[in-house]
C-alpha cells in the first residue's frame, strides 16, 4: 500500500501569517493532487500537479510537486480566517488515489 | 448544477442489520469510488468502480458491497454492519480519474 504522511497533522496560526504543509511519500507518483474540506462537506479539489518540480499559485496558495515526484509543498501566504479548514494531499497511480491523514489549520483573527 | 448525492446524511443502526447508502452522480462520469474517513486514518478507498458492471477492492473492502448497475449510481452495501465501521462516508466521482468530485458524507453510526 502507497503511503502518504503530510505535516503537522494540526496548525494553529494567528491571521496573516504565513504557513507550509508537507506532503511526503517513499513512493512516485502520476500526479499529486490537493483537496480542502469543511466540516460537513466533502473534500473539493484544489489543485493537481503533474510534472516533476512543478509550481502552481492559487491567489494566495503556491502548490510544488517534488522533483522526483514523491513530495509535495501547500505554501499559504497571510493566511485569513476562510483558509480555516483540513487540507488533503493525494497521491495517484494506476487507477487508485491514495490520500494523506490530512492538516487541520485554524486561522485566528 | 454537478453534482454528487448521498444518502442519508445520518445513519445511525445496530449491528447486523442490512444497510444501503445511495449514491448518484449527474455529470456521465465513469468513474466511481467509495471512502471512509476516520480521524488520523484520513480518506481510505472502499470500493471503486471504472464504468458500469466493472468494481474492484479499495484499501479496504471487508464488510462492503457495491454495484454498479447503471452509469450515475453507486450504493454501498453493509450486509451485516458492525461497530467498527462507525465512520465518515463518501461517495465520489470523476471523469477518467481526473478532478474527484465528492458528495457530502454519509455520516454512519452502528451501535
Known amino acids: 500500500t502507497q503511503l502518504l504522511e503530510q505535516s503537522p497533522q494540526f496548525l494553529s496560526i494567528q491571521e496573516g501569517e504565513n504557513l507550509t504543509v508537507y506532503c511526503n511519500s517513499s513512493s512516485v507518483f502520476s500526479s499529486l493532487q490537493w483537496y480542502r474540506q469543511e466540516p460537513g462537506e466533502g473534500p473539493v479539489l484544489l489543485v493537481t500537479?503533474?510534472?516533476?518540480?512543478e509550481v502552481k499559485k492559487l491567489k494566495r496558495l503556491t502548490f510544488q510537486f517534488g522533483d522526483a515526484r514523491k513530495d509535495s509543498s501547500l505554501h499559504i501566504t497571510a493566511a485569513q480566517p476562510g483558509d480555516t479548514g483540513l487540507y488533503l494531499c493525494?497521491?495517484?497511480?494506476?487507477?487508485?488515489?491514495?490520500f494523506g491523514a490530512g492538516t487541520i489549520l485554524r486561522v485566528k483573527s | 448544477e454537478a453534482q454528487v448525492t448521498q444518502n442519508p446524511r445520518y445513519l445511525i443502526t445496530v449491528t447486523g442489520k442490512k444497510l444501503t447508502v445511495t449514491c448518484s452522480q449527474n455529470m456521465n462520469h465513469e468513474y466511481m469510488s467509495w471512502y471512509r474517513q476516520d480521524p488520523g486514518l484520513g480518506l481510505r478507498q472502499i470500493y471503486y468502480s471504472m464504468n458500469v458492471e466493472v468494481t474492484d477492492k479499495g484499501d479496504v473492502p471487508e464488510g462492503y458491497k457495491v454495484s454498479r448497475k447503471e452509469k450515475r449510481n453507486f450504493p454501498l452495501i453493509l450486509e451485516s454492519p458492525s461497530p467498527n465501521q462507525t465512520s465518515l462516508y463518501f461517495c465520489?466521482?470523476?471523469?477518467?480519474?481526473?478532478?474527484?468530485?465528492f458528495g457530502s458524507g454519509t455520516q454512519l453510526s452502528v451501535l
Open positions: 493525494a497521491g495517484s497511480y494506476g487507477n487508485k488515489l491514495v
Open positions: 465520489a466521482s470523476s471523469h477518467r480519474g481526473e478532478k474527484l468530485f
Open positions: 500537479v503533474v510534472t516533476g518540480g
